[in-house]
């Protein structure tokens, strides 16, 4: 077979895929790339739990497998030609009724954010930040659960099941499973945590972390809901005066202070695509993360953003 011939047939192959009569083979494909990746016990998508009235997990996780194997084409939302990360996670979304934006950074923007990998469930979108050279999120795949996710890679490989790796942002775009207890948003009980029941009722209404809003407070103020800084910031999140008062926030009064801080990390964290740009942004400024295309090279930034990650993840 000559290589045009070679390339048709494989054109011809993935078209048929998505006919009826590729149904028993598309599931084969599903079985055998999901039995190499170790997920034992899932390669039946009837054992996902669904959730009533909605595109249920399992039904995300059928309608992915159907594209295993679709070469990886930038900038590609048609599976006869080829599909980039964000346009396969759209077109599976799509074919559900479900629409997504056609970006991986727009889609970061989705659905309510996800505290860990150790909450995330099948369906989840899972995105990384795997670029040095500009700032952001540029790629997305949909968890499966058991640390392995599908994705269309990069050019020169397929749509197929892989290690999820350590996502930067997750957002769930699906309902909760009909009978589950699902935790808030936000995640983390925060025990022993001052404020605790403000910190998850803040991360819960505006889909940001809990133990984050809560270790924002710990840098910035230890606590302390009456203090100041030499430079005038003031309160438990640290607010200046003049954001203070475009947010609409009393920084001297822990509710307010606290709800303030969660609704700009959230459009900080739509706006640069990460939870480390955001939290540079709370230190820096929008315009300074801007300007630099990424983390600012000043000390106190970057010590402030592991800092602060450190202590989120100790409250998990």
Not at 133 to 154: E, K, W
Not at 267 to 283: D, H, V
Not at 287 to 296: A, D, E, F, L, N
């Amino acid at each position: 077979m000559d290589g045009v011939s070679a390339v048709q047939a494989r054109i011809f192959e993935i078209q048929a895929r998505f006919r009826p009569a590729a149904t028993t083979a598309s599931a084969a494909a599903w079985a055998s790339a999901a039995g190499a990746a170790g997920l034992t016990g899932t390669s039946s998508v009837s054992t996902w739990p669904a959730a009533a009235g909605t595109a249920s997990e399992s039904a995300v996780v059928a309608q992915a497998q159907k594209y295993l194997g679709v070469p990886y084409l930038w900038g590609g939302t048609d599976p006869s030609k080829g599909l980039d990360c964000s346009g396969f996670t759209q077109r599976v979304f799509g074919d559900l009724g479900i629409e997504l934006p056609r970006t991986s950074s727009q889609q970061a923007t989705t659905g309510k954010a996800v505290a860990s990998l150790a909450a995330a469930r099948p369906g989840d979108l899972v995105f990384f930040d795997n670029s040095s050279s500009r700032a952001g999120i540029d790629h997305v795949g949909i968890y499966l659960g058991n640390g392995q996710m599908i994705a269309a890679p990069q050019a020169g490989e397929t749509v197929k099941v892989q290690a999820v790796g350590t996502p930067t942002v997750i957002r769930r775009v699906l309902a909760e499973p009909t009978g589950a207890t699902a935790a808030p948003a936000g995640g983390g009980t925060l025990a022993g945590v001052p404020y605790a029941d403000l910190f998850t009722r803040a991360a819960s209404k505006h889909g940001i972390d809990a133990p984050l809003l809560a270790a924002v407070a710990q840098q910035e103020s230890g606590f302390n809901s009456s203090a100041v800084s030499p430079a005038g910031a003031q309160g438990l999140m640290q607010f200046m005066p003049a954001t203070a008062r475009g947010l609409g926030v009393d920084p001297l009064d822990p509710a307010s202070a606290i709800d303030g801080a969660a609704t700009y990390l959230s459009s900080l964290t739509r706006q640069f695509g990460s939870t480390e740009l955001a939290l540079a942004a709370y230190n820096s400024g929008p315009g300074t993360v801007s300007r630099y295309g990424g983390i600012p090279p000043y000390p106190e930034t970057e010590n402030y953003v592991r800092s602060v990650m450190s202590k989120a993840e100790a409250y998990r």
